[in-house]
């Protein structure tokens, strides 16, 4: 029997082989020209078809070549989205766990319910049994499914759920829908849709909550500027007496904090006490009450 092979390397990813095996197959609406397997199998190895869903219609199960019966797909999920590219498995839904097939021939799964889709259609993702790599055809040869050079439909790998690479032009995978009439109640499947970003509030000009607050020895004193310029930031013990200057300098736009270690001018520790620190951005002045503890 003559071997086909090609080898596909995903950028990132560790590289799968793929291995056809040549084989007949009897009458069917895709002439089967071998089995796609792959080699390595680890546990997140993925074969996902694209199954182009019509709006008046649903999804009730899918019919595919199988290759070998003693290797069934732990998992086969049903993710929705246009034919470019799968989506991540974490975003696919189970719909039917240890799926056998007989082996050197067509199988089928039913759902336990139809699925619609929202976007172009369906992707149908098979798990593949982690170290069943395919090695030839039929029972006890590893887990793979039949492909077609003309016909078939399109397919693509993953070994990790979550970057895809597909077939080459050519190549479509043996794998059948089975559609039934979209009824109103069917439940239809669409893509999540990634949560937009929150814009971010302006910054403003503001003198920001300190911490800790009390504190022993330091605290931070924390603003925020909606533009750059000269802060002033000092400290006055509770008779309104200057005690330290922190700041008199130019900052840019943005959060900042300046730390104060409880001392004076002359570096001396001050008692234990309520101090006013006192922040001047432009013709903005605001006080904060900070209590050193002893």
């Not at 059948?176 to 109640?185: E, H, I, K, T, Y």
């Not at 300190?210 to 004193?221: A, D, K, L, Q």
């Not at 840019?252 to 104060?260: F, I, K, N, P």
């Given at each position: 029997?003559?071997?086909?092979?090609?080898?596909?390397?995903?950028?990132?990813l560790?590289?799968?082989?793929?291995?056809?095996?040549?084989?007949?197959?009897?009458?069917?609406?895709?002439?089967?020209?071998?089995?796609?397997?792959l080699?390595?199998?680890?546990?997140t190895?993925?074969?996902?078809?694209?199954?182009?869903?019509?709006?008046?219609?649903?999804?009730?199960?899918?019919?595919?070549?199988?290759?070998?019966?003693?290797?069934?797909?732990?998992?086969?999920?049903?993710?929705?989205?246009?034919?470019?590219?799968?989506?991540?498995?974490?975003?696919?839904?189970?719909?039917?766990?240890?799926?056998?097939?007989?082996?050197?021939?067509?199988?089928?799964?039913?759902?336990?319910?139809?699925?619609?889709?929202?976007?172009?259609?369906?992707?149908?993702?098979?798990?593949?049994?982690?170290?069943?790599?395919?090695?030839?055809?039929?029972?006890?040869?590893?887990?793979?499914?039949?492909?077609?050079?003309?016909?078939g439909?399109?397919?693509?790998?993953?070994?990790?759920?979550?970057?895809?690479?597909?077939?080459?032009?050519?190549?479509?995978?043996?794998?059948?829908?089975?559609?039934?009439?979209?009824?109103?109640?069917?439940?239809?499947?669409?893509?999540?849709?990634?949560?937009?970003e929150?814009?971010?509030?302006?910054?403003?000009?503001?003198?920001?909550?300190?911490?800790?607050?009390?504190?022993?020895?330091?605290?931070?004193?924390?603003f925020?500027?909606?533009?750059?310029?000269?802060?002033?930031?000092?400290?006055?013990?509770?008779?309104?007496?200057?005690?330290?200057?922190?700041?008199?300098?130019?900052?840019?736009?943005?959060?900042?904090?300046?730390?104060?270690?409880?001392?004076?001018?002359?570096?001396?520790?001050?008692?234990?006490?309520?101090?006013?620190?006192?922040?001047?951005?432009?013709?903005?002045?605001?006080?904060?009450?900070?209590?050193?503890?002893?």
């Open positions: 029997m003559k071997r086909v092979g090609f080898l596909v390397m995903l950028i990132g560790v590289g799968l082989a793929a291995t056809c095996q040549a084989g007949s197959v009897g009458t069917t609406p895709v002439p089967v020209e071998g089995i796609l397997g080699s390595p199998v680890g546990p190895t993925y074969v996902a078809v694209f199954i182009p869903v019509p709006a008046a219609q649903a999804l009730a199960g899918v019919k595919w070549y199988n290759n070998d019966a003693l290797a069934p797909f732990p998992l086969l999920l049903l993710a929705s989205g246009a034919s470019a590219a799968p989506a991540v498995v974490t975003e696919a839904e189970v719909v039917a766990e240890v799926v056998e097939g007989v082996s050197s021939g067509w199988s089928e799964v039913t759902f336990t319910q139809p699925f619609c889709s929202a976007s172009e259609g369906l992707y149908a993702i098979f798990q593949l049994p982690e170290g069943s790599e395919c090695h030839g055809e039929g029972s006890g040869t590893g887990a793979g499914i039949g492909y077609s050079t003309s016909g439909l399109t397919g693509w790998l993953s070994a990790d759920g979550q970057q895809w690479v597909g077939l080459r032009a050519g190549f479509g995978l043996a794998v059948q829908p089975v559609l039934v009439g979209a009824d109103l109640g069917m439940r239809v499947m669409s893509r999540a849709e990634a949560a937009p929150p814009t971010p509030a302006p910054l403003q000009t503001a003198l920001l909550p300190s911490g800790p607050n009390p504190f022993n020895p330091r605290t931070e004193i924390r925020s500027l909606a533009v750059a310029q000269i802060v002033s930031l000092r400290i006055y013990n509770a008779r309104g007496e200057l005690v330290r200057r922190l700041a008199d300098e130019a900052f840019d736009a943005g959060e900042h904090a300046v730390v104060w270690d409880g001392r004076n001018e002359r570096g001396q520790g001050l008692a234990s006490g309520v101090y006013i620190a006192r922040f001047q951005a432009g013709n903005m002045v605001t006080t904060r009450r900070l209590t050193l503890v002893r």
